[in-house]
Nanobody, 115 residues
Framework: QVQLVESGGGLGQPGGSLRLSCAAS????????MGWYRQAPGKERELVAS???????YLADSVKGRFTISRDNGKNTVYLEMNALKAEDTAVYYC?????????WGQGTQVTVSS
């Protein structure tokens, strides 16, 4: 059984930074793809960033140049470094693990960007 626990959300200033972490239980982390999704009020959930088991990353156009995704297989943890925050980054952020066509989700962490 896989469990994902996110942390690091909260209130960020416009132009500021936050770092999200997602710790995974279970033994499949090192061979799984990981991703961060977000869902703003009234909008559909969207993919923000993903990283393969081999470390190849993808970033949505809306966050390129501002966000970075990384993973530490020794800690079973994936990170989302968010810089130059904008108000439109406000959303609930969800960690995702994908393996063998199955998806597991974290409980979500709120990120609010406001002065």
């Amino acid at each position: 059984q896989v469990q994902l626990v996110e942390s690091g959300g909260g209130l960020g200033q416009p132009g500021g930074s936050l770092r999200l972490s997602c710790a995974a239980s279970g033994s499949i982390f090192t061979v799984a793809g990981m991703g961060w999704y977000r869902q703003a009020p009234g909008k559909e959930r969207e993919l923000v960033a993903s990283i393969t088991s081999g470390g190849i990353s993808y970033l949505a156009d809306s966050v390129k140049g501002r966000f970075t995704i990384s993973r530490d297989n020794g800690k079973n943890t994936v990170y989302l470094e968010m810089n130059a925050l904008k108000a439109e980054d406000t959303a609930v952020y969800y960690c995702n693990l994908n393996r063998g066509g199955r998806d597991w989700w974290g409980q979500g962490t709120q990120v609010t960007v406001s002065s």
